[in-house]
T-cell receptor, first 113, second 114 residues
Framework: AQKITQTQPGMFVQEKEAVTLDCTYD???????LFWYKQPSSGEMIFLIY??????QNATEGRYSLNFQKARKSANLVISASQLGDSAMYFC??????????FGAGTRLTVKP | NAGVTQTPKFRVLKTGQSMTLLCAQD?????MYWYRQDPGMGLRLIHY???????AKGEVPDGYNVSRLKKQNFLLGLESAAPSQTSVYFC?????????????FGQGTRLTVV
C-alpha cells in the first residue's frame, strides 16, 4: 500500500530565506507520480509541483523545486526566497498508475517577517 | 471556469441526522473522489468513482455512501451522522488514473456534527 510520511508538523522560516519541507514515500510500483499541494488558511488545495518516478531531473516551478532522491524514496519541496504569502499547510502526495492519490499528514509552514 | 464546486460550504448537523454533499465538475473528468481532512492525518480517501454509474470504497468508507448518476456529479451521503464525522470534506476530480495526473479540488465543506 502507498504510504506518505511528512515528519515536520510545523516549520518556521524567515522571510526571503529558503526552506525545505520533507516527504518520504513507500511504494513497490516502479511507476508513480509525486505531487505537492499548498493549502492556505482559506482552505483550498492548490497544486504546486509534480515529479514523475522516471524523470531524470528535479522538477522546478518558479520558486518551488522538488529535491527527488529516488533511492532514498524522498521528494522534498524546496521553497526559495520565502514570502509571507507562503505561510500555509503543505501536503505531499503520491499516485501510482491506476490508483487514487494518497496524502501525507502535512506540514504547516510559517514565514516570519 | 468553475472547475470543481462543492455544496454546501458549511453545515452543522445533529447526531443521527442525514445529509448529502454535492460535488459538481465541469471538466468532463472521468474520475472523482471524496476525501476527508482531519488534523494531523492529511487527506484520507472515503470513496471514489472511475466513471458514471461506478463507485468504489477508499480508505475510510464506513458511515458514508456515494452515487455517481451523472458524469459531472458525485454525491456523498451521511445516513446517520456521528460526531466522529466532524471534518472538512474535499471533492476532487481527474481526467485519468495515470500516475502523472493532477487532481483538481473543490473548496471544501466544513461539517460539524454535534
Amino acid at each position: 500500500a502507498q504510504k506518505i510520511t511528512q515528519t515536520q508538523p510545523g516549520m518556521f522560516v524567515q522571510e526571503k530565506e529558503a526552506v525545505t519541507l520533507d516527504c518520504t514515500y513507500d511504494t513497490s510500483d516502479p511507476s508513480y507520480g509525486l505531487f505537492w499541494y499548498k493549502q492556505p488558511s482559506s482552505g483550498e488545495m492548490i497544486f504546486l509541483i509534480y515529479q514523475g518516478s522516471y524523470d531524470q531531473q528535479n522538477a522546478t516551478e518558479g520558486r518551488y523545486s522538488l529535491n527527488f532522491q529516488k533511492a532514498r524514496k524522498s521528494a522534498n519541496l524546496v521553497i526559495s526566497a520565502s514570502q509571507l504569502g507562503d505561510s500555509a499547510m503543505y501536503f505531499c502526495a503520491m499516485r501510482e498508475v491506476g490508483n487514487d492519490m494518497r496524502f501525507g499528514a502535512g506540514t504547516r509552514l510559517t514565514v516570519k517577517p | 471556469n468553475a472547475g470543481v464546486t462543492q455544496t454546501p460550504k458549511f453545515r452543522v448537523l445533529k447526531t443521527g441526522q442525514s445529509m448529502t454533499l454535492l460535488c459538481a465538475q465541469d471538466m468532463n473528468h472521468e474520475y472523482m473522489y471524496w476525501y476527508r481532512q482531519d488534523p494531523g492525518m492529511g487527506l484520507r480517501l472515503i470513496h471514489y468513482s472511475v466513471g458514471e454509474g461506478t463507485t468504489a470504497k477508499g480508505e475510510v468508507p464506513d458511515g458514508y455512501n456515494v452515487s455517481r448518476l451523472k458524469k459531472q456529479n458525485f454525491l456523498l451521503g451521511l445516513e446517520s451522522a456521528a460526531p466522529s464525522q466532524t471534518s472538512v470534506y474535499f471533492c476532487a476530480s481527474s481526467y485519468s488514473s495515470g500516475s502523472d495526473t493532477e487532481a483538481f479540488f473543490g473548496q471544501g465543506t466544513r461539517l460539524t456534527v454535534v
